[in-house]
C-alpha cells in the first residue's frame, strides 16, 4: 500500500460514506485517479465494497394461532335450539396472526411461528401472507390436522353470544419444534406469544426467551380458559396485555386471591413479577401499571362499533408497535386505544386502515 492509498483507507474508515470526488479533493488528485487507487485497495482485499445499510427495525417474533375465523351475525333475536336466520362470512384470524399481520400493515417485519393444516383453510392463510409480506418461514405443517378455526355467533347488535374454537393443532407443537424455530430466528428484540399453543410448548418459548440475552417477552392471553397454558413464571414476562375478566381469572389462578378491582388486580400481577401489565377492559379503555409505579388508566376514545373481533388484537399490535420503538408505556397505551377504535370501525378483523401512514399520523396527532 502506497502513502496515498494509506490515507485513502483513513479517510474511509472515518467516513464511510465519503464519495471519490470528496477523496480526490482531500489528496489533490483527479477523481479517475482515485478510482484507481480504490480499485487498487479492492484488488488487495482492503475494501470489500459499497454498501447500502439497511434499517432492518426491532427484530419481533410473533408465537401462536393462525386461524380462519367464521363469523355469523344473527339478523333477528336469538332462538335457542331452533334454526335463526342470519348472515356469515369468513376472515382470516387467530391472536399471533392478527398481531402479527397488524405489525406488517404498520411497516415492521414480524416472523410469525405457527402451525397449519394442509387444506383449504391453511392454503389462503399461506397466500394472504405471502401477498401482504408476512414471514411464515418458521412456521410448522401438520397434514393430519385442520387449520385452527374459530366460529362467533353475534346477536343483532354485534353482541357476542358464544365462540367456538377448534383448535387442537396448536396441542401437537412439541418444545424441540420451539428450540429449532427459536435457533433460526436469531436475535430479537421482542417475543410476543398468545396462549394457544400447550403449557409445555409455553414453557420452551419462555425458556428461549430467557436465554436470550436482551429479548423481552410479552404475552397475551386468547382466552381466559387458556390462561392456564401460561407457565407460572411471571418474573420472565415484561409485559402482560389481558381484559379484565382473563385479570380477575389469573389473579386468583397464581394467587387465590378473588378481586375486581383494577388496583388490587394490578397489585397482585406486578408483585408476582409482571414488569409491565395492562388490562383492558372495553369501552372503559385501558388500566396499565409497571412495577413499583402506580396504576393509570385511559378511557377509549368515542367509537362508533361496528364489530368487536379483532379489538383486543390491534390493541395489542399497537401496544407491541409502540414499545419496540422506544416509546414509554403511556404512548404506547394510546397507540393501542387507538388501533382499536380503527378495528372496531371496521368489518375486517384485521383493518388496513391501520398503516404506516396511520401510525404517522397519530404520532403527530
Ligand atoms: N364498546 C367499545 N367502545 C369503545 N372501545 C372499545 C369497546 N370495546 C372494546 N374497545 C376497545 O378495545 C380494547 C380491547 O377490548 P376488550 O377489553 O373488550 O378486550 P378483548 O376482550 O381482548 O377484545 P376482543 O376479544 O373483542 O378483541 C379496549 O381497551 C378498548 O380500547
Ligand atoms: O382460542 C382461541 N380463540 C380465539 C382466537 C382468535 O381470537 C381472535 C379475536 O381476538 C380471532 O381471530 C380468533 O381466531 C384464538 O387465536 N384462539
Not at 110 to 136: F, Y
Not at 156 to 173: G, N, R, S, W
Not at 264 to 272: I, K
Request: with cysteine; charged share 20%; glycine share 8%.
Amino acid at each position: 500500500m502506497n502513502e496515498k492509498e494509506k490515507i485513502i483507507i483513513e479517510l474511509i474508515r472515518q467516513d464511510p460514506f465519503i464519495t471519490q470526488q470528496d477523496l480526490a479533493e482531500r489528496l489533490n488528485v483527479s477523481r479517475s485517479a482515485v478510482a484507481g487507487y480504490i480499485s487498487s485497495l479492492t484488488r488487495q482485499g482492503m475494501i470489500k465494497g459499497r454498501a447500502y445499510v439497511m434499517n432492518e427495525g426491532p427484530g419481533i417474533l410473533i408465537i401462536g394461532g393462525a386461524n380462519m375465523d367464521r363469523k355469523i351475525t344473527l339478523t333477528e333475536k336469538v332462538n335457542m335450539g331452533d334454526s335463526n336466520p342470519a348472515a356469515t362470512g369468513n376472515t382470516r384470524g387467530g391472536v399471533a396472526r392478527n398481531i402479527a399481520e397488524n405489525l406488517v400493515h404498520m411497516g415492521m417485519d414480524p416472523n410469525l411461528l405457527t402451525v397449519l393444516g394442509q387444506d383449504q383453510d391453511s392454503e389462503h392463510l399461506r397466500k394472504h401472507a405471502a401477498e401482504c409480506g408476512l414471514d411464515l418461514s418458521l412456521s410448522l405443517t401438520r397434514s393430519d390436522q385442520s387449520t385452527g378455526s374459530y366460529t362467533a355467533i353475534f346477536n343483532p347488535d354485534h353482541d357476542l353470544i358464544l365462540a367456538a374454537a377448534d383448535m387442537a393443532i396448536y396441542d401437537t407443537v412439541m418444545p424441540d419444534e420451539v428450540r429449532k424455530s427459536f435457533r433460526k430466528a436469531g436475535h430479537c428484540e421482542w417475543v410476543a406469544v398468545d396462549t394457544n399453543f400447550s403449557l409445555e410448548a409455553m414453557r420452551e418459548i419462555l425458556t428461549q426467551t430467557a436465554a436470550s440475552k436482551g429479548t423481552k417477552l410479552a404475552v397475551i392471553p386468547v382466552s381466559a380458559s387458556k390462561l392456564n397454558r401460561i407457565p407460572y413464571r411471571p418474573e420472565q414476562i415484561n409485559l402482560l396485555i389481558l381484559n379484565h375478566f382473563e385479570a380477575i381469572t389469573l389473579v386468583k389462578n397464581w394467587t387465590g386471591h378473588v378481586t375486581e378491582d383494577e388496583k388490587e388486580l394490578m397489585h397482585h400481577l406486578t408483585e408476582e413479577g409482571v414488569e409491565q401489565v395492562i388490562i383492558t377492559k372495553g369501552a372503559e379503555g385501558a388500566y396499565y401499571q409497571e412495577r413499583g409505579s402506580q396504576m393509570r388508566h385511559q378511557p377509549a376514545p368515542q367509537t362508533n362499533v361496528v364489530d368487536v373481533t379483532g379489538a383486543g388484537d390491534a390493541f395489542s399490535s399497537g401496544v407491541l408497535f409502540s414499545l419496540s420503538h422506544n416509546n414509554p408505556l403511556d404512548e404506547a397505551v394510546r397507540t393501542g386505544l387507538l388501533a382499536a377504535k380503527a378495528t372496531l370501525e371496521s368489518t375486517d378483523t384485521v383493518t388496513s386502515t391501520v398503516n404506516e401512514t396511520w401510525i404517522k399520523s397519530i404520532q403527530q396527532s
